[in-house]
């Protein structure tokens, strides 16, 4: 058993995205306690569980009981560190892209200092680009190109495995660097929302086109994972930008000139 306290995989969310079958999320609920993974967050489940998903969890009720529902994807997200978006499909954006040993250290990393997410998407269509864009990181099991896609559980089986055998492997090695505050998912939102007001306030942006180049720019700053002082600093400068700091508040006072012996 995982103490949920301590447990770096107890602060792991699996994030289910518009799921159709119940039958599914039982059955991930069911993959994620086998590898001692207990959260569990649904973004508006076609229907919320039922017998059929109890079912298929086969012992893991306890997981469906207290999964979280969420309107959407963004909610389901909040407090969250660092996000990867699972998806069975090479896409045209290109976002980072691991593989499912990569996803599970980078999650299990960030894991020691905060929450963290993997994304699932819905069965027939994955996850949407712009689902994707709340992602720092895309993970894909390299399955054959010819058929690519595993039924939702057997790839929630796959990530929360590697998981588990990353964490066995981890368990001994000495203490991690001293943790950085990372800034959670909501405040990055919060900075994309100010950076894509202030591109338009400013007359960079088109109003047109500006979600392609929105999109860039996610990427660049999900990259570099800023912190919550780092986050600050960049509001304030398109704050700057848009005109709501005075230029002249550095003026120093005229220095009084030299005295002539
Ligand atoms: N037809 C959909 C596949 C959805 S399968 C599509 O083409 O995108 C449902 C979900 O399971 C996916 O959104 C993804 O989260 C996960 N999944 C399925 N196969 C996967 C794979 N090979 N690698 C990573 N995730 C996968």
Same mark, same amino acid.
């Given at each position: ?20 079958? +119940? ?31 109890? !079912? ?10 207290? !999964?979280? #529902?969420?309107?959407?994807?963004? %909610?389901?997200?909040? $407090?969250? &560190? /660092?996000?990867?978006?699972?998806? !069975?499909?090479?896409?045209?954006? !290109? ?9 599970? &250290? ?14 699932? $998407? ?8 712009? *689902?994707?864009? /709340? ?7 390299? +399955?054959?190109?010819?058929?690519? %896609? ?14 588990? /055998? #990353? ?22 939102? $919060? ?19 500006? %979600?392609?180049? $929105? ?12 912190? &919550? +002082? *780092? ?17 002249? /508040? ?9 005295? *002539?012996?």
């Amino acid at each position: 058993m995982t103490d949920p306290e301590t447990s770096p995989l107890a602060r792991i969310r699996f994030v289910l995205v518009e799921t159709t079958h +119940t039958g599914n999320i039982g059955a991930v609920a069911r993959a994620m306690k086998n590898m001692g993974l207990r959260r569990l967050h649904l973004v508006s489940p076609r229907q919320p569980p039922d017998a059929e998903a109890m !079912a298929r969890a086969s012992g893991a009720d306890d997981l469906l009981a207290a !999964a979280e #529902v969420h309107p959407d994807l963004v %909610s389901a997200l909040a $407090g969250c &560190r /660092r996000v990867i978006g699972s998806s !069975a499909r090479h896409r045209a954006v !290109a976002w980072p892209l691991v593989e499912p040993p990569a996803a599970a &250290r980078l999650l299990l990393e960030e894991a020691r200092h905060g929450d963290v997410a993997l994304v699932f $998407g819905r069965e027939c269509s994955g996850l949407s680009n712009d *689902e994707l864009a /709340r992602c720092q990181y895309l993970a894909h099991i390299p +399955t054959d190109p010819d058929f690519s %896609s595993l039924n939702l559980a057997a790839a929630a089986q796959v990530f929360a495995y590697e998981l588990r /055998r #990353v964490w066995l492997e981890q368990a001994d090695a000495a203490p991690a660097a001293a943790p950085r505050d990372l800034a959670p998912s909501e405040a990055l939102e $919060g900075f994309f929302a100010h950076l894509d007001q202030t591109l338009l306030d400013i007359g960079f942006a088109d109003p047109e086109q500006s %979600s392609k180049l $929105g999109r860039r720019l996610r990427r660049l700053f999900q990259r570099a994972e800023p912190d &919550r +002082t *780092e986050l600050n600093i960049l509001r304030g400068i398109l704050s700057a930008a848009q005109g709501r700091k005075s230029p002249g /508040r550095f003026a120093r006072a005229a220095a009084p000139a030299p005295r *002539e012996e």
